[in-house]
């Protein structure tokens, strides 16, 4: 399957029944104004929810290493969130290594790329540089490893106890989870100096 296909797929209105990017970025308790990144992007899934989210005065930071799907992210963007595509500044680079400035975003989401990622350690390093220092939020949205029809390879997907340990060696904590739909787990994580919430379970 090409990029051009992918994107298609990606934007699926059927995959709203499985995986609803509005209901997912309620729970994440997100305001109007804040900068967040939004790291292996695609064609805007969820880019279009969150540039609505934040707002005129808010920043949603794109980020995509393949350049087709930031094509279809401008397109998504004039047809979905008409309002609000000015406050989208796409960026043509891998997750791992961005060109955000350090310490400038609110929130990082990242969506069924964790498993992908080859260095999980310096992604999650890349990952603490552009959150700012204090009431920062990390959203770690991926597939259950088990077997199912859709999706990626089983033998690559990572567990949420897998998801959950390599956040917490970086250095994150689980404050609480997200309701990601039947195929998906999903939770928040900040930074133990934020001073938010108590952690989740045996985060």
């Known amino acids: 399957m090409d990029f051009e296909d992918f994107a298609k797929l990606l934007m699926d209105p059927l995959r709203k029944k499985w995986q609803d990017p509005e209901s997912i970025i309620e729970q994440i308790g997100i305001q109007s104004g ?3 990144a939004d790291l292996g992007c695609g064609p ?3 880019t279009t929810f969150l540039s609505q989210k934040v707002g005129k005065d808010g920043m949603v930071y794109a980020v995509d290493a393949s350049s ?4 279809y992210l401008a397109s998504n963007l004039v047809q979905l969130a008409p309002s609000t595509k000015a406050n989208v500044n796409m960026i043509n680079s891998e997750a791992s290594n961005t060109s955000i400035p350090d310490h400038s975003v609110d929130c990082v989401l990242f969506a069924n790329i964790l498993h992908d990622i080859d260095d999980k350690r310096a992604f999650l390093a890349e990952v ?7 009431s920062s939020l990390v959203v ?3 597939w259950h490893k ?7 390879p089983k033998e690559i997907r990572l567990t949420e106890a897998e998801s959950r340990k390599l956040l917490n060696d970086s250095g994150f904590r689980i404050v609480h989870l997200i309701n ?6 999903g939770f928040v994580a900040t930074l133990p100096s934020t001073g938010r919430k108590k952690a989740v379970g045996n985060a």
């Open 34 to 36: 804040w900068a967040v």
């Open 44 to 46: 805007g899934y969820f």
């Open 68 to 71: 087709v799907m930031l094509e």
């Open 128 to 134: 603490r540089r552009i959150l700012r220092k204090q």
């Open 140 to 142: 770690d949205v991926d």
């Open 146 to 152: 088990r077997d199912m029809d859709m999706g990626p």
């Open 180 to 185: 990601a739909g039947p195929h998906h787990y």
